[in-house]
C-alpha cells in the first residue's frame, strides 16, 4: 500500500512539473511591437493559420503555426493576422478569426469568436474571417478589372507592385 502511494505522488508531483505555463498578453504585444518595428514604412504583413485538415478531427491534434503564435498567442486554425506599421493604434494589430458559432462548437471545440480575439488577444480591431476573403476578393478583381489591357500574365517590378499594394490598402481600408 505505501508503494502505491508513494508512485501515484510521484506520479502527481511529475505532472504538475510538466505542464508548461501560458506566457502572458504582454509576451505577445511585446513580439509584435518588435515585429511592426522591422517592418518598412507603409508595408502590411498578412499572416495566415492554416485550416483543419482531416486528421484534425481530434480538438488536441491542431498544432499552430510557431510564427502566428509567436505574434498572437491565437492557437485556432483558420486565422489571419494583418500587421500595418503607420496605422493608429486600434489598426496596427487586425485579427480576422472564426466567429462564434454554438453548433459548430459543440463539434470542433470552443472558439474565441470576434470578441474574444480583442479581449483576450489583445487585437486592436477583430473581424470574422469571411470578411477578410471579402476584401483581399474584392480589392484583387477591382485591381485587375480597372486596368484596360492589363494582361495577367505581366510581370510586375518593384514599382508596380508598392503601385498595387497602396491600391489595395486603400480599397480594402487597411
Not at 54 to 74: E, H, I, M, P, V
Request: charged share 25%.
Amino acid at each position: 500500500m505505501m508503494l502505491a502511494a508513494a508512485v501515484l505522488s510521484s506520479l502527481l508531483a511529475a505532472s504538475a512539473a510538466g505542464a508548461a505555463p501560458m506566457p502572458s498578453p504582454a509576451f505577445f504585444e511585446s513580439h509584435r511591437e518588435k515585429f511592426l518595428a522591422k517592418l518598412p514604412a507603409g508595408s502590411i504583413a498578412v499572416l495566415r493559420a492554416p485550416g483543419e485538415t482531416a486528421a484534425d478531427a481530434r480538438a488536441d491534434s491542431f498544432r499552430q503555426d510557431s510564427a502566428f503564435w509567436y505574434l498572437t498567442g491565437l492557437e485556432e486554425p483558420n486565422a489571419v493576422a494583418v500587421f500595418v506599421p503607420g496605422a493608429p493604434a486600434d489598426g496596427r494589430y487586425i485579427l480576422f478569426v472564426q466567429p462564434r458559432d454554438f453548433a459548430a462548437e459543440q463539434w470542433t471545440g470552443w472558439r474565441t469568436g470576434v470578441e474574444g480575439a480583442k479581449k483576450d488577444y489583445g487585437a486592436g480591431q477583430a473581424r470574422a474571417i469571411g470578411e477578410f476573403w471579402e476584401r483581399a476578393a474584392t480589392g484583387s478583381s477591382r485591381e485587375s478589372s480597372s486596368r484596360p489591357g492589363a494582361r495577367a500574365t505581366r510581370k510586375t517590378g518593384p514599382r508596380d507592385r508598392r503601385r498595387t499594394r497602396r491600391r489595395f490598402s486603400t480599397r480594402c481600408g487597411w
